[in-house]
């Protein structure tokens, strides 16, 4: 185990202060784009629509995306803000005796693309989550959807990776730290749950 030293711990002040502010200039510069900030109401909208009509939101990812993904879709399917009735959303990586079984005898690429086969209707939502935008188990996931007629929204960073070229809606971060991306997903993720709440079930 690493001792850290008095002099480590002095100066975690400065680094400390440094790291939020990098995290605040993020958000900063989602403020500013006002196209960014026009997908993100264009996504609540849509999303608002397909539980209107009955459908469901799913979602997936990896890693912390995994860990963003279940943390939205109990937003939606507990409740935000208002006292209210269920929503239809959920997290496809949480059945863990699934996830090995297919993880083991298909391949870690498939095991999106199959449950969303069993799961995903037309008419539904799946928010891909994915920091580089180039995840094969994410990729293969927003195909499946799109086979279904399923609308498909990609939260990246960046330049949006290979998702960019096949899911119909792209919400990139405006940077290309990783742990940033995550913090923004999350803010970002939280402003869909709560127009989406509203909306539904009003003020």
Avoid: W
């Avoid at 993904?69 to 239809?88: I, K, N, T, V």
């Avoid at 298909?106 to 995840?135: P, Q, W």
């Avoid at 990783?178 to 079930?201: P, Y």
């Amino acid at each position: 185990m690493r001792i850290v030293a008095d002099y480590d711990l002095k100066n975690m002040n400065p680094r400390i202060k440094e790291l939020i502010s990098e995290s605040i200039a993020v958000k900063q510069l989602i403020l500013q784009d006002e196209a960014l900030l026009q997908k993100v109401e264009d996504v609540a909208k849509l999303t608002t629509a397909a539980l209107k009509n009955d459908g469901k939101v799913l979602f997936c990812g990896n890693g912390g995306s995994a860990s963003d993904a279940q943390h939205l879709a109990a937003e939606l399917s507990g409740r935000f803000y208002l006292d209210r009735e269920p929503l239809f959303a959920e997290a496809l990586h949480v059945n863990t005796s699934y996830l090995t079984a297919v993880a083991n005898d298909y391949s870690y690429d498939e095991i999106y693309s199959r449950l969303i086969r069993g799961k995903g209707r037309k008419g539904d939502v799946l928010f891909a989550l994915s920091t580089s935008g180039n995840s094969a188990n994410v990729i293969r996931g927003v195909e499946e959807a799109a086979k279904i007629g399923m609308t498909t929204i990609a939260l990246t960073s960046g330049s949006g990776g290979k998702l960019k070229a096949i899911a119909d809606h792209l919400i990139a971060i405006p940077t290309k730290d990783t742990m940033r991306t995550q913090e923004a997903h999350i803010m970002l993720g939280h402003l869909i749950c709560e127009l989406v709440e509203t909306a539904i079930f009003g003020e």
